[in-house]
């Protein structure tokens, strides 16, 4: 039996205001628990809420930057619940009339095209605080800081079709939050969270199957993982005749485990009615030209640039188009020399690798685009070779020197690239070996000569103390070995 | 001195014939004494009290007086007073002391006013007699000179009943049904409840969102101005308040009612009330006539459902606002909880009385999936038409007139059991709060030693023109001025 896949996404954005969304407590990460929320984040008796302005205004310019119809009234509901990490009983959230209406996204796919996942709706909310269940005994700890922040919900059509899709389509938001400054994109603080819904039919059918929703997953790595988890979770219930339960399930990447958390019939029936405390938001025409024209380059736009500016071919422009840091580091790198295509490698390569391996992202690394771009200039120029580049990396990485150019007098990586002085040393060095000149000059296939060449690279390394330009010896050994 | 009005005392103090400490000390003498029987204060704050007459004399002193320094009033325990007890007639609350004022209460303390305590209330302002409160009923100071027990009218039963005796000359209450306007007519005190939105709520703990609105109760409509002009004006604490010019309210108290038109809906004249209490309301009416005022019947057409409107809107409001009394962060807790859910249960078991845990059966009921359509959502549309039919009286007429309630103040228990004959007595008021306009009891007369109540009903920001009706009124009868024995 052959399955279509079909995935739907929920994404929690924090937004980056500096207060909360009803409230004037401060949201900055990290505080002390419980010394960022006021008596109306405590839901003490007689406090009301008061909205919060810069939430509209990232909200709009997300509705801008997703194409989307920005709701000119919109209404606030309350979404009743008991929890802890709730302390009014209730949830202030949208559910009528929410800010942004449809819109779409177009994200790349892996085949070079592009798809369109469409959004259903974006709506404001406010953020639940934090439950920790270690350190308490047994007990839970709740932890109050982040009540009342901010969030965006992204509710997107059920579009994609796999994992990679879904992936696609989450950095892409990832990117677009980013860039407009809204967000800072931190998922291990939890500034964006992805609820992921799963359903399979069969393939080609048009009847929807029922559809679980994992919960929660903050790393696009468990989004894939939990994607595949559940689709075959799902996939071997079918095939043994099953059914499936429509349900909330939470995911451990760690052990590449779920479990459910609630089914339908557990679930709460919240009772939805428009907040009497909070007047309809109105927005106008000024308030929407002012959000549009305060948008910052977004990543299709930034994309097209790069091709253009940079010279960049469409995946790489796209690579590093899409996430504003790694855009904002790979320029400041390509400006500081000509060779934008070799920045693009070593910000694609060897940069993004280190920082993988050490589980940095890019406003965690300790070196600057400018640093990197400062290399780049001196492989560029032949100062030094690929590997003597990868001695200057490791030095700056570890913080030895600020400077590339004193990083490569202090390490003497500074390769001699002058022809005179290299020629001498492969006239020494072929002189001294005699055989293998022969050997070389006897042998009639090319690529086998090649290969012999690599057996001159040593001796020639060591005749130059480690500094001759390999790519020159190269050239000027098989101009004096000829054949 | 107790009987005295605000502004009399106002001008005493500014003579200088007594000091404020003093004056303080002469009202808390007797409330100590009178409020035994009457148990129509939860919290009387002695020390603070006499704490701020200081400062009020120290202000008069230094030539910074207002209108308000140094005069002593009470406030509803529904506002939150920073450092007292607040505790919203419950036991739930009965611990709860905020860390913040409410901003009627900040008014009122900038004013230099001198606060004597929280007067009693029916529990989280559910009830039309005070008789739910956790901390006791409230007597109703004329049934006591008749050796009867009454109540007081409620939720502000506290409120009114200490107006009445005289024990304040002031007192802050809420209206959310008929909650300052149904006591005051039972207390034969004057009340105002305001244009949603003209007075703050922040602070002032919550019943039903869209309807709660903190109002004024003393003796007289001057009385009730000052007081207005301390709580009215805009807040950004809350976003349900108006920004819009607060007048000075007593400035035109005394303009003449001429050309006064009033309306009369024949649906609050309709046989719902005793043929006594028609009789000292038309009365009343007939002062106005001779005031230069001229009336005619109108109709509501809807006036029937508002009732069942309210009865569905408030409680579901109510079911969403009383849902953060868990046990968690304030107030009651049961003791020694098992576990989560036994801490939620237990505590809103014990914490909550009767009326509250039936409002708020009620009002989730009324929010449920399937019911939700039936009943909240067309309670509002309902609601969109009694706010018409008053819209629909204004063009014809200025003010509209009825009785405050369909009877004076009935005995202690006897609408107890049954809770719908206890709602029936907020008929004529309960439209008003749907609509969101202004109005005010003022007392009218008495049936069996009981005072009776005129209702005043006005368009949206009407307040002034309702003070200035009442004053004129009370110029020309003494309703006002009678004193329970």
Redesign the interface.
């Known amino acids: 039996m052959q399955w279509d896949i079909v995935i739907g996404l929920e994404i929690h954005v924090q937004l980056a205001t500096k207060t909360k969304i009803f409230s004037g407590s401060s949201t900055a990460y990290g505080a002390e628990p419980n010394t960022q929320a006021n008596?109306v984040d405590?839901?003490?008796?007689?406090?009301?809420?008061?909205?919060n302005e810069q939430a509209f205004r990232y909200a709009v310019m997300f509705g801008l930057a997703v194409n989307a119809e920005i709701e000119r009234r919109s209404v606030f509901e309350?979404k009743?619940y008991?929890y802890?990490d709730l302390?009014?009983?209730?949830q202030t959230t949208q559910l009528e009339r929410p800010i942004v209406g449809p819109g779409y996204v177009d994200i790349d796919l892996a085949s070079g095209e592009s798809k369109r996942v469409r959004i259903h709706h974006a709506h404001l909310e406010e953020d639940a605080g934090k439950s920790l269940h270690e350190d308490f005994h047994g007990m839970t700890g709740?932890d109050l800081n982040r009540a009342g922040t901010p969030l965006i919900e992204v509710v997107t059509e059920p579009d994609m079709t796999n994992a990679d899709e879904a992936v696609a389509f989450a950095k892409k938001l990832h990117g677009i939050v980013t860039s407009l400054g809204i967000c800072d994109g931190d998922m291990s603080q939890g500034s964006m969270r992805f609820d992921v819904n799963i359903s399979l039919k069969p393939k080609g059918s048009d009847t929807l199957g029922t559809r679980t929703e994992t919960k929660n997953l903050n790393s696009f790595r468990f989004m894939e993982q939990a994607i595949a988890h559940e689709v075959e979770r799902q996939m071997d219930i079918l095939e043994d005749g099953g059914t499936i339960v429509q349900e909330t399930r939470l995911y451990n990447g760690d052990r590449d485990e779920s479990r459910s958390m609630r089914t339908k019939e557990e679930a709460n029936?919240y009772?939805?009615?428009p907040c009497?405390?909070?007047?309809p938001v109105e927005i106008d025409d000024a308030f929407i030209d002012e959000a549009r024209n305060s948008l910052p380059e977004l990543p299709d736009a930034r994309k097209a640039r790069f091709k253009e500016q940079y010279g960049l071919n469409d995946y790489d422009a796209g690579l590093l188009a899409g996430d504003s840091k790694l855009a904002a580091f790979f320029e400041a790198a390509a400006d500081r020399g000509k060779d934008a295509k070799l920045a693009s490698n070593w910000v694609q390569g060897e940069f993004s690798a280190r920082l993988n391996a050490e589980e940095k992202s890019v406003a965690d690394s300790p070196i600057s685009g400018k640093q990197l771009g400062d290399l780049v200039v001196r492989i560029a120029d032949n100062t030094i070779s690929s590997a003597g580049a990868k001695k200057v990396f490791e030095a700056l990485w570890a913080g030895e020197n600020d400077s590339v150019d004193a990083i490569i007098d202090a390490k003497g990586l500074k390769q001699v690239s002058d022809t005179g002085e290299l020629e001498k040393m492969v006239d020494e060095v072929l002189a001294s070996m005699p055989d293998q000149v022969a050997q070389y000059q006897q042998e009639s296939d090319p690529k086998k000569q090649k290969k012999m060449l690599g057996g001159f690279m040593g001796p020639l390394m060591k005749a130059s103390k480690g500094q001759g330009n390999p790519k020159l010896f190269n050239e000027i050994l098989v101009k004096k070995l000829g054949g | 001195m107790h009987n005295k009005s605000v502004a009399e005392l106002s001008r005493e103090l500014e003579s200088g014939k007594i000091s404020s400490v003093e004056l303080t000390r002469q009202f808390l003498g007797r409330l100590e004494k009178e409020d035994e029987q009457l148990n129509s204060f939860i919290t009387i704050t002695e020390e603070q009290a006499l704490a701020d007459a200081h400062a009020a004399d120290e202000q008069r002193a230094a030539g910074k007086a207002t209108p308000w320094t140094g005069v002593p009033f009470a406030h509803k325990d529904i506002f939150c007073t920073n450092g007292v007890a607040t505790t919203c007639g419950s036991k739930m609350l009965a611990n709860f002391v905020p860390p913040y004022d409410a901003t009627v209460t900040e008014n009122f303390r900038k004013a230099g006013a001198v606060c004597l305590g929280k007067t009693n209330m029916d529990e989280f302002a559910m009830g039309s007699s005070t008789e739910s409160s956790y901390f006791g009923a409230t007597a109703n100071p004329w049934g006591l000179s008749q050796g009867e027990k009454r109540v007081p009218g409620g939720s502000s039963g506290g409120s009114a009943a200490a107006v009445a005796a005289r024990l304040v000359p002031a007192a802050t209450a809420t209206d959310t049904g008929g909650s300052i306007r149904q006591p005051a007519a039972l207390c034969g005190v004057t009340g105002l409840k305001p244009t949603y939105g003209r007075v703050s709520r922040y602070g002032m703990i919550a019943f039903a969102s869209s309807l709660d609105q903190g109002g004024t109760m003393a003796r007289t409509a001057e009385d009730n101005a000052l007081m207005l002009n301390v709580m009215a004006g805009f807040d950004p604490k809350d976003s349900t308040s108006i920004d819009r010019d607060v007048p000075d309210y007593t400035a035109t108290l005394n303009e003449p009612l001429t050309g006064l038109r009033i309306g009369l809906p024949k649906e609050y004249f309709a046989g719902n009330l005793s043929a006594a209490m028609e009789e000292q309301v038309r009365g009343a009416i007939r002062e106005y006539e001779k005031l230069g005022a001229t009336v005619k019947e109108v109709s509501l057409p809807h006036a029937d459902l508002a009732i069942a409107a309210y009865y569905v809107i408030a409680p579901a409001e109510a079911s969403a606002n009383l849902s953060r009394f868990d046990g968690a962060r304030y107030g009651y807790r049961c003791e020694d909880p098992k576990d989560l859910l036994d801490m939620y249960t237990r505590t809103r078991a014990e914490g909550f009385g009767t009326e509250v845990k039936r409002r708020i059966l009620v009002g989730t009921y009324a929010l449920s999936a399937g019911y939700f359509d039936a009943y909240y959502l067309k309670a509002q549309k309902v609601r969109r038409l009694i706010q018409q039919d008053f819209i629909n009286a204004f063009k014809e007429v200025d003010v509209l007139m009825s009785p405050t309630t369909p009877s004076p103040a009935f005995t202690q228990g006897e609408k107890t059991s049954d809770p719908v004959t206890m709602y029936l007595e907020d008929v004529f008021t309960i439209a008003i709060n749907l609509a969101g306009i202004p109005a005010m009891s003022v007392p009218a007369g008495f049936v069996d030693g009981l005072p009776v109540g005129l209702q005043i009903i006005g368009d949206y920001f009407s307040e002034a023109r309702l003070l200035n009706a009442a004053h004129q009124f009370q110029q020309v009868t003494d309703w006002h001025q009678r004193e329970p024995q």
Do not use: E, S
């Not at chain 1, 405590?42 to 909205?51: F, K, S």
């Not at chain 1, 302390?87 to 209730?90: A, L, N, S």
């Not at chain 1, 009497?276 to 007047?279: G, I, Q, S, T, Y």
């Open positions: 008596a405590l839901a003490m008796p007689g406090t009301l809420p008061v909205p309350r009743n008991f802890p302390p009014k009983g209730y709740i029936d009772r939805y009615f009497p405390d909070l007047l």
